[in-house]
């Protein structure tokens, strides 16, 4: 009897994993179908045909998942915000190119002066010169996809799936709200229109600003998507495996410092960042109550 109610309450953790899946894969795919237009417009535009053949093919292949037995997929499904989430982050500037629209910074820059004193994105790093803590804070903000990949794949290693497609679930929630705020909202930030801030120079911080003009797209500066994602994955750290969570928690206030400490984000930017990794970590543990009662219902009545 112990055996059988062990084996049911498997198979129902398998299947509400399982429907988080399914129901992230379908809110990428209406994602990638609706954005394809600025993309097509984009590469008729520039006369690449490049970034609309990477953009149906991340169509094509999440599409393709909804359409494969469920056993078959569930790797690739599981992993599939982690797997084309960069190239999604990447081609934003071609989407956001394409739409045409105006960029937003006047506002942003009438917000911090609401909300601070001073531009702390221009005034922080000359009032805080020291060169260590340059390098500390940029190796904190280079840091970024190790606090988004490793929790996953520590979970991943440890075959907490149930955790894992639940943290999963987490960051495709602030990652949503990021991207569409980008594509309807696109400020560019400090670093396009004054350059980064006057920090100290150091290996770190060159790598950091080599990196950022090889793979930064314009008009993705509100709200810091790098501390969003970063506080997501420390909540749900925190609450999965908490020796990782700490050192996940610690290196993403240093890196929610690095934003503005670089000149990368307005200070707003990392504000904002914050509050929405919250309220993305409380929505994704709201829509996860009613499968884990379902969960309850199913292993009563067995």
Same mark, same amino acid.
């Given at each position: 009897?112990?055996? @059988?109610?062990?084996?049911?309450?498997?198979?129902?953790?398998?299947?509400?994993?399982?429907?988080?899946?399914?129901?992230?894969?379908?809110?990428?795919?209406?994602?990638?179908?609706?954005?394809?237009?600025?993309?097509?417009?984009?590469?008729?535009?520039? +006369?690449?045909?490049?970034?609309?053949?990477?953009?149906?093919?991340?169509?094509?292949?999440?599409?393709?998942?909804?359409?494969?037995?469920?056993?078959?997929?569930?790797?690739?499904?599981?992993?599939?915000?982690?797997?084309?989430?960069?190239?999604?982050?990447?081609?934003?500037?071609?989407?956001?190119?394409? =739409? +045409?629209?105006?960029?937003?910074? @006047?506002?942003?820059?009438?917000?911090?002066?609401?909300?601070?004193?001073?531009?702390?994105?221009?005034?922080?790093?000359?009032? =805080?010169?020291?060169?260590?803590?340059?390098?500390?804070?940029?190796?904190?903000?280079?840091?970024?996809?190790?606090?988004?990949?490793?929790?996953?794949?520590?979970?991943?290693?440890?075959?907490?799936?149930?955790?894992?497609?639940?943290?999963?679930?987490?960051?495709?929630?602030?990652?949503?709200?990021? %991207?569409?705020?980008?594509?309807?909202?696109?400020?560019?930030?400090?670093?396009?229109?004054?350059?980064?801030? @006057?920090?100290?120079? +150091?290996?770190?911080?060159?790598?950091?600003?080599?990196?950022?003009?090889?793979?930064?797209?314009?008009?993705?500066?509100?709200?810091?998507?790098?501390?969003? @994602?970063?506080?997501?994955?420390?909540?749900?750290? =925190?609450?999965?495996?908490?020796?990782?969570?700490?050192?996940?928690?610690?290196?993403?206030?240093?890196?929610?410092?690095?934003?503005?400490?670089?000149? %990368?984000?307005?200070?707003?930017?990392?504000?904002? +960042?914050?509050? =929405?990794?919250?309220?993305?970590?409380?929505?994704?543990?709201?829509?996860?109550?009613?499968?884990?009662?379902?969960?309850?219902?199913?292993?009563?009545?067995?």
């Amino acid at each position: 009897m112990l055996v @059988a109610s062990s084996t049911l309450a498997a198979d129902d953790s398998a299947s509400r994993s399982d429907r988080i899946g399914r129901g992230i894969a379908i809110a990428l795919a209406i994602y990638l179908i609706f954005v394809a237009w600025p993309v097509w417009r984009y590469a008729a535009t520039s +006369g690449s045909m490049l970034p609309l053949v990477i953009h149906l093919t991340m169509l094509g292949y999440t599409l393709a998942l909804l359409l494969a037995p469920v056993r078959a997929r569930r790797p690739a499904m599981d992993w599939l915000t982690l797997t084309i989430g960069p190239v999604m982050y990447v081609e934003l500037r071609w989407i956001i190119a394409g =739409l +045409g629209a105006p960029h937003h910074d @006047a506002i942003l820059v009438e917000w911090e002066r609401l909300l601070f004193p001073s531009d702390p994105s221009a005034t922080l790093a000359p009032r =805080l010169s020291f060169a260590p803590l340059s390098e500390l804070l940029h190796l904190a903000y280079a840091s970024y996809y190790l606090l988004i990949y490793l929790p996953p794949v520590v979970l991943y290693a440890r075959r907490r799936r149930d955790a894992l497609v639940s943290t999963i679930l987490a960051l495709a929630v602030v990652y949503g709200v990021c %991207f569409v705020t980008y594509v309807l909202f696109p400020v560019d930030g400090p670093r396009y229109l004054v350059g980064p801030a @006057a920090a100290p120079d +150091g290996p770190i911080r060159s790598f950091v600003l080599t990196l950022l003009d090889r793979g930064s797209s314009r008009g993705t500066a509100f709200p810091s998507s790098h501390v969003a @994602a970063s506080v997501v994955s420390a909540l749900c750290a =925190l609450r999965y495996q908490r020796g990782v969570g700490i050192a996940v928690t610690i290196v993403t206030a240093a890196l929610t410092l690095g934003t503005v400490y670089g000149g %990368f984000h307005y200070a707003v930017d990392a504000l904002v +960042g914050v509050i =929405l990794g919250g309220l993305a970590w409380l929505v994704s543990a709201e829509l996860l109550e009613p499968l884990a009662s379902r969960g309850v219902q199913s292993a009563t009545a067995a």
